[in-house]
């Protein structure tokens, strides 16, 4: 990738993360930019990678610091809605919603929270895992689906109550354009 490239990456990334954090304090904007560009430049979701990838002085520093941002962190609604208002002019009225429930099994998971069991698409067998539901919306202008909701559940979990359940949740998330 040549600088010209680079600088376009980091400029579209830097401005999406504005759109994304927006009504959020700085310290919480700071965060998001930080950790979308070291995902994008370490090209992992974890922590001391990403960390590393935001190349400051003390990586053990920033990685704690990261950890600390993440745990306090509670505006995930918020991200949403600006994610989805971001949206708005990819957009046209006949869009399509893609709704996918897909699994992802550990079978040699032991300890992992709420761990329930999933048919296995791949394999036809029954094994540990979880179920994710997703919802796309394809249009004209976009050329490829654009993601606007993704859920983890699980039979496992206390306040689970049927897929059905699960997946009219995201129906009822989804803003009306």
């Known amino acids: 990738m040549n600088s010209s490239e680079l600088y376009q990456s980091k400029r579209f990334l830097l401005s999406f993360s504005e759109k994304l954090s927006l009504g959020l304090s700085k ?49 995930f609604r918020s991200l949403q809605d600006n994610y989805l208002h971001s949206l708005k002019k990819q957009l046209t009225d006949d869009k399509l919603l893609l709704v996918d429930s ?10 992992f929270e709420a761990l329930g069991h999933v048919h296995d698409g791949s394999s036809g067998r029954i094994e540990k895992g979880y179920t994710i539901i997703n919802f796309s919306i394809a249009s004209p202008k ?33 803003p009306i354009w």
């Open 27 to 75: 310290t919480k904007q700071c965060f998001i930019r930080e950790l979308l560009y070291g995902i994008s430049k370490a090209q992992t979701v974890i922590i001391s990678d990403i960390a590393r990838a935001l190349e400051e002085s003390s990586p053990f520093q920033t990685t704690k610091r990261l950890c600390r941002n993440a745990s306090s962190f509670s505006h």
């Open 102 to 111: 897909s699994d992802i099994t550990k079978p040699y998971a032991q300890h």
């Open 142 to 174: 976009s050329k490829h689906p654009i993601p606007i909701y993704s859920h983890r559940c699980s039979a496992a979990e206390d306040q689970f109550d049927s897929m059905n359940v699960e997946t009219m949740k995201g129906v009822n998330q989804m």
